[in-house]
Nanobody, 114 residues
Framework: QVQLVESGGGPVQAGGSLRLSCAAS????????MGWGRQAPGKQREFVAQ???????TYGASAKGRFTISRDIAKNTVYLQMASLKPEDTAVYYC????????WGQGTQVTVSP
């Protein structure tokens, strides 16, 4: 079992930046991939970014060129650096981790105002 706790969400103005963090605990040695998804009201959950062990990160179309995913394995933490934020980025952002199963955090709200 892996437990994930997101932090760093909050209100931000358009054009601003925000850094989300996700701390993993539990069976952290089993984690092979960590990533981020998001879900806006009335929308399905959208892929944002993913980072597999020893691989280059991948991004969803909405994140390319603006967001950066990184991971500190020693700290069992994955980050999502978001820049040039737009109102359409407003969503609940969820951290996920996969290995021996797939786990999700509770999410953190990001609200981008014009």
């Amino acid at each position: 079992q892996v437990q994930l706790v997101e932090s760093g969400g909050g209100p931000v103005q358009a054009g601003g930046s925000l850094r989300l963090s996700c701390a993993a605990s539990g069976s952290v040695d089993s984690i092979r991939v960590m990533g981020w998804g998001r879900q806006a009201p009335g929308k399905q959950r959208e892929f944002v970014a993913q980072l597999c062990n020893g691989r280059e990160p991948t991004y969803g179309a909405s994140a390319k060129g603006r967001f950066t995913i990184s991971r500190d394995i020693a700290k069992n933490t994955v980050y999502l650096q978001m820049a040039s934020l737009k109102p359409e980025d407003t969503a609940v952002y969820y951290c996920n981790a996969g290995g021996h199963g797939l786990f999700w955090g509770q999410g953190t709200q990001v609200t981008v105002s014009p």
